[in-house]
């Protein structure tokens, strides 16, 4: 979809011709497996690399497009938030030394970014959640400002009629509405693509849906989002949300997200499981130009079935089929992974690659129609049980649970070997990058050194300052390049090599306790003994923020037991001085002299969202 323009589908005349191209496209993929013009052999690797851009107090940076300018080179892409670029590497032959090659080019051509992004005074970061995203980075103005993305947003947006409910659990709990698809924005990924033979195509897809929960297990590493920790891999929960095209509804009907594992094996052929997509999911968007496939074949030449690609860009399954057309013309089949997150190193990327690559290779016959030795549902399961609890995770495997753990270093990692060997690639490569996945396995992934420092860095520092210097670390240790699993679990009081520009963010508290303006001052008075708390913020029925009570105010009213059993709205500071969360230090002290006042709620719009008091400063 990021190589065409296009456009949205408004009348039925419109929507009727891009239907057409679409079926025709299907026909003309039928079309050449039949006649075996699908190329086979030899088998190609490819890999897209999303990463976050931030400024220098490690927050995103919305700069995409003019480090892109910089950059100056086609392999790389927007993505739709403005502080996020993409790098698609050329395919290269599945032999010998390709995964190493491939890690010189990937970390050759990171380089380049680098150094652009240097120039506009910019990091880049490879995480699949970038920890110090907040919810003012997924409004609209943060969307790069490229016609394709609005239009999708728009298409999605009309489909649902409804804003987007958020709601994720884990540790803590994430519960918010949103307006548009920028929460998709958050979600940072290493997308690994594999060629496939077409006359074993469905078997391998049904193999790549079976292994997908313990690979994840392994290479999860997306475990905050918007200060809050949740799954060992959120993104998995947060790309789904995100771009539901369904409406909120009671009705027990059998819709499917458009990001989904699935509800069953694939059957068939690939033209198949682009069917079964057409069947489900409308079309959303067209792009201009597109010609028919059948009669390309019949002039012979070779079709690049854009209405089904473009279609195909709009349906997210975590395995997705693709079609594709290489540089000399040859058309193949490919599986593309995309719930691997982005990060936490270039090396751990690659051999994040390679295991799903060996794995993928190395099936053994035992698992040959593995859609009749295993239900789907436990596949599915094992899928959501690593995103939620990575390395903790428990799968069913051969009729019996298995730790994460052991199932991958007495099973995988060895089919994972004699597949690669078996492909002729070379045992150097093999024993360096599978060792990396062999001692994370041991140790920690990614996910667990995030939860870990976090947790550390919490016992002496505000969420949002602590995300700032996880991410500054993160960005140290990238540098270096050695492996997730020798990183050192940060202490709660690390040194930080860089001057944040402290705001009341920083040393705000987000853990307050409100009353209702209908509620006793009596509960008023136990609540501040009871939890040595000064303010009280003082909340009505919409939420709003309407009042304050401070310890002063309590303390006049124990003097006189009759206005003990007022209501707080009685009794209430009704005259607020408020702060917002991006305001200075230095002016929530100016304005706490002012006033001579020692608390500030935090607000926006009416919403409180923290206070901040003397005691903070």
Known sequence: MGELKVIKLNSKKDKAKYIHHLLRDIEALEIMIQDNQIEKNPIRIGVEQEFCLVNSEYNPNKNALDVLEEISDNHFTTEIGSYNLELNLDPIELKGNCFSDLHKELKSKLGL????????????????????????YVKLKYMTPIQRYSVINDAIKESRKQDFDIH?????????????????????????????NPDSFVDSYNWAQAISGPILSACANSPLLFGKELWKETRIALFTQSVDTRANSFMLNEKQSRVSFGNNWATGSITDIFKDNISRFRSLVSSEYILDSVEMLNRRETPKLKALNLHNGTVYPWNRPCYGVS???????????????SGPTIKDEIANLMFWVGVM???????????????????????????????????????KYQPSKDLILDEFLPLAYRGLYDAGISPNDVEYYLTIIENRVKTSNGSQWIIDSYRNLLKRKKPFEAAQTLVSKMYSKQESDFPV??????????????????????????NIFSVDENDSVELVINIMKWKNI????????????????????????????????????????KELHTITQYKSLEEAKNKMKQHNIHCLPVVYKKQLLGIITSRDL
């Open 113 to 136: 970014a680098k150094k652009a992004a240097e120039k506009h005074n910019t990091k880049i970061i490879l995480t699949g959640i970038l920890p110090t995203l907040a919810l003012k």
């Open 168 to 196: 994720i659990k884990g540790v803590d709990e994430l519960n918010l509405k949103h307006s548009s698809v920028m929460l998709e924005g958050c979600n940072t990924s290493f997308q690994m693509h594999l060629q496939i």
């Open 327 to 341: 540089d000399e013309g040859k058309p193949h089949l490919r599986i593309e992974n995309r719930y691997i997150p």
């Open 361 to 399: 290779l190395g099936k053994p016959k035992k698992y040959d129609n593995i859609h009749e030795k295993m239900n789907f549902k436990d596949v599915k399961s094992n899928f959501f049980n690593a995103a939620r609890y990575g390395m903790a995770a428990q799968f069913y495997w051969n009729g």
């Open 485 to 510: 699993s020798s990183w050192q679990i940060l202490d709660n009081n690390p040194t930080i090599s860089f001057d944040a520009n402290l705001k009341v963010k920083h040393k705000m508290t987000t």
């Open 534 to 573: 000064h303010h009280m913020p003082v909340i009505n029925s919409n939420k709003d923020l309407i009042g304050l009570i401070s310890w002063t105010d309590v303390e006049k009213i124990l003097d006189d037991p009759n206005r003990v059993n007022y209501s707080v709205d009685e009794v209430m500071k």
